[in-house]
């Protein structure tokens, strides 16, 4: 009889362990996501102002190949790297 309390109280002491380090997890990864973002912005602000200095020319031909989805492109990318660099550390395997 007193068995299956047991195996009750362990597995609800499981539970709560795995629900308190999942809302952890996320609340860690919410506040590096708005740290990079946060970042990640000021750096996208600052090509954008480097590059409104150009010349009528070049700045033509930088929006006739695409330098600002390319430049879109490259800040996701090393966003979603820096979030999993971060992830790899704080998530156990």
């Keep these: ?14 539970a709560i362990v795995a629900i308190v380090r999942t ?3 996320a609340l860690f ?12 912005s ?5 090509l954008a102002s480097a590059l409104t200095g150009l010349p009528a020319d070049f700045a033509g031909l930088a929006g006739l190949v695409g330098l600002d989805a390319g430049l879109a492109l490259v800040m996701s990318a090393f966003t979603v790297r820096l979030a999993m ?4 550390r704080v998530v156990p395997k």
């Design 1 to 14: 009889m007193a068995a299956p309390i047991v195996a009750g109280l362990a597995l609800s002491s499981v």
């Design 23 to 25: 809302g952890f997890n």
């Design 29 to 40: 990864v919410v506040v590096t996501y708005a740290g990079l973002q946060t970042i990640l």
């Design 42 to 46: 000021q750096v996208e602000q600052y």
């Design 85 to 88: 660099a971060v992830m790899r």
